[in-house]
């Protein structure tokens, strides 16, 4: 690959080939116009009879400054407008790109997200043409994923609203009486709402890096099994059997056990909403210096195409599904910021109609 020159060698051998330029220029004209205009000068004194030795040298050395003022005086102008003619060319040839650099980051400030920049000879503009298409990028996709939130915002808060609006406006035409099955809906649709707004808030907060963390060396065993005796009450006689599976001692992690359950009751309420029968079963194992928690579940799984969509904002797998089964589709938004910022790594694995994985971990705390 050829090895390109930087910026400040382009502009000291432009600035380099410039004096040279004029001063070959100079040199040039001085030896080729001094000998000519000498000659001049010394027919000129031959014309008007000069024969003494003290006289001509007298003119000689006046003719010789002459012609020499008058050599020295072209090759200034011819010089200095060569030397100036190729580098205003070579700044031209320069500032091109970065003009072209200017143009587009205005065009791109105005709102056209699809603008780059250009590769460059120069390897510091071609840096910086790299970097802004970088930054280019990723605020054209920042841009696309705020249209995408308000979009599905919109969507989620339509539902709700058009529900209890419908309500109320049956309820004042007389269409339907008030009954204690109705408030129960209204109840259930505003606190859809309310869900949704706290959620909303949690996740704005959990990108933001402003979400409250309290780390500190915890045993999750306890809270594992809480959450086995809790969960347990809300499944059927016929639906699936949680279980929990995990050593009678578990090491001490560095987590914050509110955040903790937070994520632990995301992912079982997820298992518990697909899974109709079978098993969700809570795992753990320590790996080199963490501890992973598995929640795996036999319910209907996960398309591979979907997979890499899992953690992110108001994702559903099955959009045929409504919002009272596919719930905000902010969930596990929120459980993957807060495994991170516990310093821990979320993964998921699936099949669909076989089942879904989540496993998470979290650092051990130091013995």
Sequence with gaps: ?????????????????????????????????????????LEQLERKGFLTVRSAKTYLIDGFQTAWNRSATWSLILGGLTAGGLSYYLSRRIMKPLKQIENITHNFAAGHWEQRIPESEIPELNQLSVSFNHMASSLEDVERRRRDLVGDLTHELRTPLTVVRGYLEELA?????????????????TRRLENLTRDLQELSKAEAGYLSIDVKPINLLPLLR???????????????????????????????????EQILVNLLGNAIRYTEIGSIEISTKVVNKYLWITVQDTGVGIAPEDLPHVFERF??????RNSYSGGSGIGLAITKKLVELQVGVI?????????????????????
């Excluded at 993964?347 to 013995?367: C, D, Y």
């Design 1 to 41: 690959m050829k090895q390109k020159m930087s910026l400040g060698t382009r502009l000291f051998l432009s600035h380099l080939a410039v004096m040279v330029v004029g001063l070959s220029t100079f040199i040039v004209i001085a030896k080729v116009s001094s000998p000519q205009f000498f000659v001049v000068r």
């Design 173 to 189: 035409s007389g269409d339907i009486e008030a009954s204690p099955q109705l408030y129960v809906n209204l109840i259930r649709e």
């Design 226 to 260: 809480g959450l086995v005796t809790r969960f347990r009450d809300q499944l059927l006689d016929d639906g699936p059997v949680l279980k929990l599976s995990c050593p009678d001692s578990l090491p001490l992690v560095m987590a914050d056990s509110d955040r903790t």
């Design 315 to 320: 994702w559903r797998g099955d959009r045929s």
């Design 347 to 367: 993964e998921v694995t699936s099949q669909l109609h076989q089942g879904t994985t989540f496993r998470f971990s979290l650092p051990l705390a130091k013995s």
